[in-house]
């Protein structure tokens, strides 16, 4: 059983920067492929980033493209995502995933996906 906590959440102006973390404890997290998510007050949980489990691999929406990046530091049990240019439209709760992978594997369909953080909270102002 894996538990997954984000962090790094907050709000910031439009434009602006933030850097989420996801730290995995009780699995083996390099065995993991891991997506990041996001939830926007009334509408449904949507696909933001994926990475295979060892980094060599990512994927991301087209609505985030060159502005967001994956990355993993298996070392350190942890998924970051690197969030640029922030826009009002990227307001949501962000949540990581993990699901049991190997090679080159990415996956963007959440209902692929075995384990669930709580989330965590991107606010960005106008």
């Known amino acids: 059983q894996v538990q997954l906590v984000e962090s790094g959440g907050g709000l910031v102006q439009a434009g602006g920067s933030l850097r989420l973390s996801c730290t995995a404890s009780g699995g083996t997290f390099r065995s993991y492929a891991m997506g990041w998510f996001r939830q926007a007050p009334g509408k449904e949980r949507e696909f933001v980033a994926a990475?295979?489990?060892?980094?060599?691999?990512?994927y991301y929406a087209d609505s985030v493209k060159g502005r967001f990046t994956i990355s993993r530091e298996n070392a350190k049990n942890t998924v970051y995502l690197q969030i640029n240019s922030l826009k009002p439209e990227d307001t949501a709760v962000y949540y990581c995933a993990a699901k049991p992978a190997y090679g080159g594997s990415y996956y963007y369909n959440l209902k692929e996906y075995d384990y669930w953080g709580q989330g965590t909270q991107v606010t960005v102002s106008s």
């Open positions: 990475i295979s489990w060892t980094g060599g691999r990512t």
